[in-house]
């Protein structure tokens, strides 16, 4: 009937006649007055309040007896009528101030804010100390590599006639920081996480060419008043014979400590 459209509906008068009288109805209002009728039928609270006597009591409609029943969850009885007394009394003197509160509650404006914010920072040293005896050859080549096209490969791990290599210290280090913080009616939410790293690269002349690495490195993650992570790495290592190894006078460390707080 969909795929003819509404001129289908011609055929089948039979079926929308009371469809159509049951919508007219609700929009008319009788459903509603009638389900507004029975709701002040049954749940009438004037008849648990009036009741003083046990036959008073029998009285009231079970109906009513076993929802109240339900809402305190227990069978009721005549012995417990000043118990739910009492509690309609409560609702209904404090009635106003509810509606007072609930009513301001839907007229004030709540504020949501979030902000997000990153941040990294590079920076890169090299110190050298060298001297190029340029009448060599090899040496006004690496010369011109050092200079020129800023390539210190080949000094820091190469030998070369003419070439003295006192000392050579290269570093990068890296700063990253995050932030995040968000705020809620009744919740806030504040955390930072800052990452540093610096690697050290130091080249001297050791009957031969001596590089030492170093890093130091941290990184932590804190949530205001809820968590807090720390990591942190410290190592030196050096070439040897062409292997990467432990210098032997270190001090070679990996810590982390984690700390939560949590209610109860």
Partial sequence: ?????????????????????????ILNGGIIRRLQSFIDDKLNLAKIRDVVTQDDFNKVDGWLIKRLGDFFDKDLHFE???????????????????YSKAQKALNSRYNFDFAAAYMKNTTSTALLDVN????QPAAAD?????VDDSDLDDLLV???????LNLATLSH??????????????????????????????????????????????????VKNRYRSDLSVLASLQVRNGQLEMTPDSAKSIAYQSRQVKKE
């Fill in 1 to 25: 009937m969909a795929d003819q459209g509404l001129l289908a509906l011609s055929s089948e008068l039979d079926k929308v006649q009371p469809v159509a009288a049951q919508t007219l109805d």
């Fill in 80 to 98: 417990d009528l000043k118990q739910v007394q009492a509690a309609i009394h409560l609702v209904l003197t404090k009635a106003q101030d509810i």
């Fill in 132 to 135: 190029f005896d340029l009448q």
């Fill in 142 to 146: 690496m010369f011109r590599k050092v």
């Fill in 158 to 164: 190469q030998q070369a006639q003419g070439v003295t």
């Fill in 173 to 222: 280090e890296i700063q990253r920081t995050t932030t995040v913080q968000l705020n809620m009616p009744y919740f806030s939410f504040d955390s930072a996480h800052v990452n540093d790293s610096l690697a050290t690269i130091t080249a001297e002349e050791d009957w031969g060419r001596v590089l030492v690495y170093e890093l130091n490195a941290s990184d932590s993650v804190t």
